[in-house]
């Protein structure tokens, strides 16, 4: 069974990165297709960041393509995320999740908040 | 959002719902659409892939179809459980990315 669990800092301060990791288990995250970023403001819907192929390829949403980079470690099984300049529109609920058409496999979210 | 959900939908135990997305022929129109189930505090769970497939453990309840640039999800024989927000999503060969549509609450009165 796939499970994925985000980690990293639930503050992060107005135009500094935010960086999350995903540690992946069960699975190697070299056998996947892709892995990817989605968040959840308050009360606002789902919105995709980016996926990332095992070999370091990358597709991003082109609203956030300009501040954000997803890496792999498939030593560590795990992948990353970061996006940068965050503002207050940044706070979010972050998942990470396994994608192979769709997303099957979530890790259960880490909310974070952008405020000085 | 580029795919368009009704924000709200109800339904008392025991009735038939359905939620539908539309979209353009950049996404629904030349790709397949999943839905995802969302409960607060939880992580979203796949409910339907590839247009009408259920994963397992999902009951047989919940069904999907589409059809040209729309798709719909139906909920049978609704349940108090059944409460949540409802989200479509697609590949959209435009933006080369993911795209969600912007939910669908559902209650069950």
């Known amino acids: 069974q796939v499970q994925l669990q985000e980690s990293g800092p639930g503050l992060v301060k107005p135009s500094e990165t935010l960086s999350l990791t995903c540690v992946v288990s069960g699975f190697s995250i070299s056998s996947g297709l892709y892995w990817g970023w989605i968040r959840q403001p308050p009360g606002k819907g789902l919105e995709w960041i980016g996926n990332i192929y095992h070999n370091g390829s990358a597709y991003y949403n082109p609203s956030l393509k300009s501040r954000v980079t997803i890496s792999v470690d498939t030593s560590k099984n795990q992948f990353s995320l970061k996006l940068s300049s965050v503002t207050a529109a940044d706070t979010a609920f972050y998942y990470c999740?396994?994608?192979?058409?769709?997303?099957?496999?979530w890790g259960q979210g880490t909310l974070v908040t952008v405020s000085s | 959002s580029v795919l368009t959900q009704p924000p709200s939908a109800s339904g008392t135990p025991g009735q038939r719902v359905t939620i539908s997305c539309s979209g353009s022929r950049s996404n629904i129109g030349s790709d397949t659409v999943n839905w995802y189930q969302h409960l607060p505090g939880t992580a979203p769970k796949l409910l339907i892939y590839s247009n009408n497939q259920r994963p397992s453990g999902v009951p047989d309840r919940f069904s999907g179809s589409k059809s040209g640039t729309s798709a719909s999800l139906a909920i049978s024989g609704l349940q108090s459980e059944d409460e949540a927000d409802y989200y479509c999503a697609a590949w959209d060969d435009s933006l080369i990315g993911v795209i969600f549509g912007g939910g669908t609450k559902l209650t069950v009165l």
């Open positions: 999740a396994y994608y192979e058409g769709y997303f099957d496999y």
